[in-house]
């Protein structure tokens, strides 16, 4: 996991942003103090997310609400009671019912910013699943908002990738598989394949580069 220093970095480099507006950096500033770990996910999925984004060519504009919405993709979270969002074991069912809220929440603290309406689809729709069976709105394939289906599988890999006191973090490999099981079920299949295919070269090149660093004198 990184660390809270790393992570306040980030929130402090996008503070600086000339575009990000006092209301988008408030609701930031809300996350980050809300629940450390949830903003530093949230950084980790921007990262994933924008990637891909620029994988598959996106607009400059596309690329700006995606790092926006994967950033607050979770803001909804600030609206879940502490001893759900914080508690330190697997949840029940109702707990877990309770939590599944947090996209209609997160929809309607963004909702008074016309400024960030390009954003909502991506904080309301990132657990629809492909084969219609994820929430709040049962969604179908291309009938999610693509944003929505690009964070969706950074949201994932992320979750998956990083440990938690009741479960242990997958390799990047694990999670991978798993996403390939899930095509055309959890993920589209097109975007997936596409960022099984992006993390398995970014870590070729991370193994290509370590091995050249062990040969150098």
Known sequence: MRSRNSSIKDLCR?????????????LAMTLAARNIETWEHSVLVKKYAVMLGLRLELSQEEIRQLRMGALLHDIGKIGIRDDILLKPS???????????????????ILAPAKALSSIIPIALHHHE????????HGLRGEK???????????????AMTSGRLYRKAMTFQKALEEIQ??????????????????????????????EIRQIEP
Request: hydrophobic share 40%; aromatic share 10%; charged share 25%.
């Open 90 to 108: 697997a949840l029940t069912e109702n707990e877990y019912d309770r939590l599944k809220d947090h996209p209609e929440i997160g929809s309607r």
């Open 14 to 26: 996008i503070q600086k942003s000339p575009s990000f507006n006092e209301f988008l950096q408030t």
């Open 181 to 210: 099981i899930q095509l055309g079920r959890q993920f589209d299949p097109y975007l997936g394949q596409a960022f099984v295919e992006m993390i398995m070269e970014e870590i070729s090149l991370k193994l290509r580069a370590n």
């Open 129 to 136: 699943q492909y084969n219609g069976k994820g929430y709040p």
């Open 144 to 158: 999610i908002p693509l944003a929505a289906r690009i964070v969706s599988l950074a949201d994932a890999f992320e």
